[in-house]
Nanobody, 116 residues
Framework: QVQVEESGGGSVQAGGSLRLSCVAP????SSWYRQRPGAPREWVAS???????NYEDSVKGRFAISRDNVKNTWHLQMNNLKPEDTAVYYC??????????????WGQGTQVTVSS
């Protein structure tokens, strides 16, 4: 089991920036999801073990997913935030397992609120 710890949420005005962090020792790939009020959880961005990234269309060009190998930390840099980005953001890092499917873990979630 991997202990996942998220941080970095907060309240900003539209156009502002936030950086979310997710400490997850031993993980080699990660995704970020978000859950808006009254809506199901949705995928936002992913990064593979090789560093390839992928983004949901509404955040392309504004969000950037990355990793800090030294600190075992995954980041989601969010720029030019919009009120519709308001949500609880969840980190979902994972690790490979020899002879078995990869294992993933959910963070506890961090609130991001963007005001107009």
């Amino acid at each position: 089991q991997v202990q996942v710890e998220e941080s970095g949420g907060g309240s900003v005005q539209a156009g502002g920036s936030l950086r979310l962090s997710c400490v997850a020792p031993g993980t080699i790939f990660s995704s970020w999801y978000r859950q808006r009020p009254g809506a199901p959880r949705e995928w936002v961005a992913s990064i593979t073990s090789g560093g390839a990234t992928n983004y949901e269309d509404s955040v392309k060009g504004r969000f950037a997913i990355s990793r800090d190998n030294v600190k075992n930390t995954w980041h989601l840099q969010m720029n030019n935030l919009k009120p519709e980005d308001t949500a609880v953001y969840y980190c979902k890092p994972g690790r490979a397992r020899l002879g078995r499917p990869p294992e993933t873990y959910w963070g506890q979630g961090t609130q991001v609120t963007v005001s107009s």
